[in-house]
């Protein structure tokens, strides 16, 4: 497979590594001046549909800071649009569904997703990209707590008490719901896969709002048949979401290779939850990096120290706040590369 050796790849697979690899959870977007030069006006999904800009901004945040992946420039709703559901993505709030999702007729909307047809043109951006690219690209796709709720609720929540009722009161409907998310879902990175990416993030990026005994009955059998549909590939999968301390045993059961914890848990508290065998990724606080260099790189050493130098993709522990300097990121990227590099001094203890 492309970049087998590569050091983001071989973490992922708890493999020894040179130094410890980094990437950013949303490196691409406002954060970036030339990002905002390039997208003007318009909707993202607009921006998305045309392959020669989406590669281009999935290119910039790779060039600025020299991380150790790429992630495709799209959202985690363009599947849904692409099946026929009426949405924009409103700039500074997030998703609008036109007509929320109520009952059980509704799920006639969700037809399966027919990658080919349906995601040409992000299917042609992943082609450009690999002919570009020196590092893998992570393909992406919602997953299907996170869309669910957007669907039900017809936009963001901070309660989510539309989802839950619907859950509660017609698990049924709730169940054949995130069913059809999770084969749109695996269908969507599949053909990603195929199209030249060579790793996979499924961002359940809400989950965090559930019980774990609410996770464990809705969500989980859906993530499991999600993730379960891409182990064939052989392309490392990484599960996602934020406030998931609690959940973050049952998140890797789910199936991927990687777990990514948001900034609440220390790696070292999160890799006993989550058990051996996996890798994690995160988990600097987004919000630090807004303070300032040095806060950024005292936090970033710690999480460095916690996370530990086998199994760790060095990442934030939720998406790039639009209002980060970029040199912060970049010299973040520079601290994770030397301070974890093999030739590194160690100190005489850990020798
Ligand atoms: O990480 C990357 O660089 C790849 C690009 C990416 C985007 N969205 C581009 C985007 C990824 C991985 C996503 C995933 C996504 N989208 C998630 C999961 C990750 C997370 O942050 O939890 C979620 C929940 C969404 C839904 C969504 N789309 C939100 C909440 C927003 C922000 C709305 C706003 O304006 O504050 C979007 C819009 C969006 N997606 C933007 C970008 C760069 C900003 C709008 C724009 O530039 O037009």
Redesign the pocket.
């Known amino acids: 497979m492309l970049f087998e050796d590569s050091v983001f790849l071989r973490a992922c697979r708890g493999q020894p590594v040179t130094h410890v690899p980094v990437w950013f959870?949303?490196?691409?977007?406002?954060s970036l001046p030339e990002y905002r030069a390039l997208?003007g006006e318009g909707?993202?999904l607009e921006a998305v549909r045309q392959p020669e800009l989406a590669a281009e901004i999935t290119l910039q945040?790779v060039r600025r800071y020299g991380v150790d992946a790429a992630?495709?420039?799209?959202?985690?709703?363009v599947p849904l649009a692409a099946v026929g559901i009426d949405l924009d993505?409103v700039?500074?709030?997030?998703?609008v569904i036109a007509e929320p999702f109520t009952s059980a007729a509704d799920l006639e909307r969700l037809r399966p997703l027919e990658p080919e047809e349906d995601l040409s043109a992000l299917l042609t951006t992943v082609a450009l990209l690999v002919r570009e690219l020196a590092v893998p690209l992570i393909g992406?796709a919602?997953g299907p707590f996170?869309l669910a709720s957007y669907l039900v609720e017809g936009g963001?929540t901070r309660d989510f008490t539309r989802t839950k009722a619907l859950m509660h009161t017609e698990p049924a409907t709730f169940h054949a719901l995130l069913e059809r998310l999770a084969d749109i879902a695996a269908a969507s990175l599949a053909a990603q896969v195929a199209a030249g990416a060579t790793a996979v993030q499924l961002?359940d990026?809400w989950a965090g709002a559930l019980s774990r005994a609410d996770y464990a009955r809705f969500v989980l059998p859906a993530s499991r048949r999600a993730l379960g549909a891409l182990a064939h590939l052989g392309v490392p999968r990484i599960h996602f979401g934020?406030g998931t301390g609690e959940l973050l045993d049952l998140m890797g059961d789910a199936g991927a290779e990687v777990v990514g914890v948001d900034w609440r848990v220390p790696l070292d508290s999160a890799r006993r939850r989550v058990g051996p065998g996996r890798a994690l990724q995160g988990n600097l606080d987004p919000a630090i990096c807004l303070a300032g260099f040095a806060p950024a790189a005292s936090e970033a050493r710690r999480v460095l120290a916690e996370g530990g130098r086998t199994g760790h993709v060095f990442n934030l522990g939720?998406?790039v706040l639009p209002a980060t300097d970029p040199e912060v990121l970049a010299a973040l990227v520079a601290l994770v590369h030397e301070e974890t590099a093999e030739t590194a001094t160690q100190p005489a203890e850990t020798r």
């Open positions: 959870m949303r490196q691409a977007g406002r997208r909707s993202i945040p992630i495709l420039f799209s959202d985690i709703v993505v700039p500074g709030r997030g998703p992406f919602g996170t963001p961002f990026s934020v939720h998406g």
